[in-house]
């Protein structure tokens, strides 16, 4: 099927059901797991932190980096606006997934052009095809039905989902570290600055950290010493 991209009912479940499958292996250890992911991946990662603590799994910590936490407030208007050649391929991409997923027909969010070009470049076109069909300005991909109530603060199915498979509600009790670079286009640093500002608001253990003037894929890279270090530091806490 297609993917549910940014699902957190599919994606946390998933990442969680995954670690606790693999420590039922002989020889893996079922010592309290430590995440960490990158864009999705440090958003899923995250998701997936909610579900092993509510059902009372324990998590060493986790280590998110560029992730998308706050879906309706901070990343859809960010990527309507278009400040990175990506944003276009994340919000069609987003629209198929979770069109199918939600039971609603594409052309309920996209135009009907946009639509039928989605469906032909999902299909099995490579990234870089994908990245050069599609518009510069993601908001001329989307419809009326879509764009009125994003602008005027209305009701539609897309604007529900982001805003359900938004973050920024958990209050962790693992500590968690969200990384980030302050020359992201992609997600923008507002994600991680203003998921540990609420998470903190409530208790939670949750610093974000500028790992420099880096943009999207750099970020991984510059957060990884600091990842294995502050690792290494829970470890020998325990």
């Known amino acids: 099927g297609k993917h549910p991209y940014y699902g957190a009912e599919v994606s946390g479940p998933a990442g969680a059901g995954l670690i606790t499958t693999a420590q039922q292996i002989e020889g893996v250890p079922d010592d309290p797991a430590f995440l960490s992911g990158f864009s999705e991946g440090g958003w899923a990662s995250l998701a997936a932190l909610g579900v092993l603590e509510a059902q009372g799994t324990p998590v060493l910590g986790s280590a998110q980096v560029a992730g998308a936490y706050d879906l309706r407030r901070v990343s859809l208007p960010a990527a309507l606006r278009g400040g990175s050649p990506s944003h276009s391929l994340y919000l069609a991409y987003a629209a198929w997934g979770q069109a199918a997923h939600y039971g609603h027909r594409l052309d309920s969010v996209l135009t009907p052009q946009s639509a039928d070009l989605a469906e032909r470049l ?9 990245l050069a069909a599609l518009p510069a300005q993601p908001r001329t991909m989307f419809n009326a039905d879509f764009l009125r109530p994003f602008d005027t603060g209305g009701s539609h199915w897309m604007l529900q989902s982001f805003a359900a498979n938004g973050l920024t509600h958990m209050t962790p009790r693992a500590p968690v570290r969200l990384y980030y670079g302050s020359k992201d286009v992609d997600v923008v640093p507002a994600e991680a600055l ?3 500002t609420a998470m903190k608001a409530r208790g939670a253990d949750v610093v974000a950290i500028d790992v420099g003037p880096v943009g999207h894929d750099a970020s991984m890279l510059a957060a990884a010493p600091g990842i294995l270090a502050w690792l290494r ?3 020998a806490r325990r």
């Open 122 to 130: 999902f299909a099995g076109a490579k990234p870089k095809e994908i």
């Open 194 to 196: 203003g998921a540990a």
């Open 233 to 235: 530091e829970l470890e």
